[in-house]
């Protein structure tokens, strides 16, 4: 079978198309808050937030759920909003408050799944694939699938209705306080949506590789573009693109999901690097 | 009734003080310097007038249509500043959203705004050009801009001429300068430069060793005294 007949063969698979639709989503939803999380120096947050999708993932796993992602969500959302408020009032210090918490759940995490470990005799395989991504993006339930949808609609509606004030607290937190705009209410919702996207991104590269997908499109965007708009866009784009090689190839080529997407972001973070430094010079 | 009144304001973050007794006022139209050494509480107590943080003790009143949410502020440039990709247009058109409440998108009048303050600063041209690719006196232009967006009547300065060259360093304050006489904009300005200060202020409020709080011609007449009796 030549490519194109094996592609069609894939694409005839509904479950090939859920992926598809799912990987798509999530990459379009990690790359929007990426330009904010970089800037604000927020990147190390989302890494903590990773590990705590994972602790409870663990938890979830523990009590036998058969649809994990709320209670999941609940926790990183709950830890985020914690995470947030410890940055502001420094008893300790913001991060090391996120390595505390972020090491703590994964030690947690991996503690549960082997004492109450039920029989499944592939327990290291189990928490490869939670920590790493799996082919789980290929046996997605009906109701992941919308849960998906549905979560990555609510996080573009919010970022397109707050565009404007997530730039303005990215950019200048401080004016944007004193000039009567409620920044400590868009730091929180910030932090609330970043929890949103790691949680359904853990689908598609697992806890480990989600900060990657985060950060890579918005670095490789600001590489080349000088507005906060065509680096948003750049961003989404090249996350969304990177995302469809990288599926495309691991059903082709049989590698695993979410790292053969970073690699992909990786290779194009340093084009776009090459393409900064070339347009640098000649200017 | 002045815009701003300050009563035995005291200062500090914590259990530790840096200030007390501190009061003044500012009037409409006035041009106001806050000189005074290093660490001595300059950059604290203006976050305080800005409401950024609250003061230890006596009180801070508004009066005059301005409160603490309509003071325009050109604050010290960060590090996240100097990598952010944002044109000028953006960065000028977010000093708008204060008055635009939960509105989601811009309209034609914060749009005419920002026209207005981009022309007003002379960096209309620059308009599309990436921020970080300024030079340091533009910059300070672009943030000017976007203070003017917040508001018409007062503009707190946080060391506006720190790291320009001399010519720049000329240029920011006539532009200051017009604005407060052209444009009737209340000026509070930190400074650490204290000849230039007392050349433009009308005003000047030293804050460290000693409290002093008074017009230009009064601070002068002290500093007389002071070199008379030594």
């Known amino acids: ?283 | 009734m002045p815009q701003i009144k300050c009563t035995d304001l005291s200062l500090g973050y914590g259990s530790q003080q840096i200030l007390s007794d501190l009061s003044f006022e500012v009037n409409a139209g006035e041009y106001l310097c806050i000189v005074g050494e290093n660490g001595s509480g300059k950059t604290t107590l203006m976050k305080t007038l800005l409401g950024l943080q609250k003061p230890l003790g006596g009180s801070i009143e508004f009066g005059d249509g301005v409160t603490s949410r309509t003071i325009g502020y050109l604050p010290q440039q960060t590090d996240v500043q100097r990598d952010f990709p944002a044109s000028v247009q953006e960065i000028v058109l977010s000093g708008c959203l204060g008055r635009d409440g939960f509105r989601p998108f811009y309209n034609k009048d914060d749009k005419a705004l920002a026209q207005n303050a981009m022309e007003r600063m002379n960096i209309v041209d620059l308009s599309r050009r990436c921020y970080r690719e300024l030079s340091g006196g533009q910059q300070q232009r672009v943030l000017l801009a976007r203070a003017l967006c917040a508001t018409e009547k007062i503009l707190l300065l946080d060391e506006p001429v720190a790291g320009l060259d001399p010519k720049v360093t000329l240029e920011m304050y006539e532009l200051i300068e017009s604005l407060n006489k052209n444009d009737r904009v209340t000026i509070i300005m930190i400074s650490h430069d204290i000849d230039k200060a007392l050349r433009y202020a009308t005003h000047i409020l030293h804050i460290g060793n000693e409290l002093f709080f008074g017009t230009r011609e009064e601070y002068l007449t002290q500093r007389e005294k002071g070199k008379g009796d030594a």
């Open chain 1, 1 to 283: 079978m030549d490519l194109f007949t094996t592609l069609s063969f894939y694409m005839s698979k509904p479950f090939v198309v859920n992926a598809l639709i799912v990987g798509v989503l999530i990459a379009l939803c990690s790359s929007l808050l990426g330009v904010t999380l970089v800037l604000k120096r927020y990147s190390f947050i989302g890494d903590g937030l990773s590990h705590v999708a994972f602790g409870a993932m663990a938890i979830a796993a523990v009590l036998g759920l058969t649809n994990n992602m709320p209670l999941v969500l609940t926790i990183t959302v709950v830890c985020a909003v914690l995470l947030l408020r410890m940055g502001k009032n420094a008893k300790i210090k913001g991060d090391a408050a996120v390595a505390m918490i972020s090491v703590g759940a994964l030690a947690i995490g991996y503690l549960l799944m082997n004492i109450f470990n039920t029989g499944s005799s592939n327990l290291s395989g189990d928490v490869c694939s939670t920590l790493f991504g799996s082919t789980s993006i290929l046996t997605l339930s009906t109701f992941d699938v919308w849960m998906c949808v549905i979560l990555s609609v609510i996080v573009v509606v919010f970022f397109v209705l707050f565009y404007n004030r997530i730039f303005s607290v990215t950019f200048d937190e401080n004016f944007a306080r004193a000039t009567g705009q409620r920044a400590g209410l868009y730091n929180l919702l910030i932090a609330i949506v970043i929890a949103v996207i790691i949680v359904i991104s853990m689908q598609l590269v697992g806890s480990l590789l989600i900060s990657a997908l985060v950060i890579f499109p918005a670095l490789s965007a600001m590489r080349v573009f000088k507005s906060f708009k065509s680096v948003t866009i750049c961003a989404a784009i090249v996350s969304v693109v990177c995302a469809l090689i990288g599926l495309f190839t691991s059903i082709l080529a049989g590698t695993p999901v979410g790292s053969t997407i970073v690699a992909a972001d990786i290779v194009v973070f340093f084009l776009f690097y090459i393409i900064g430094a070339v347009t640098k010079r000649n200017a």
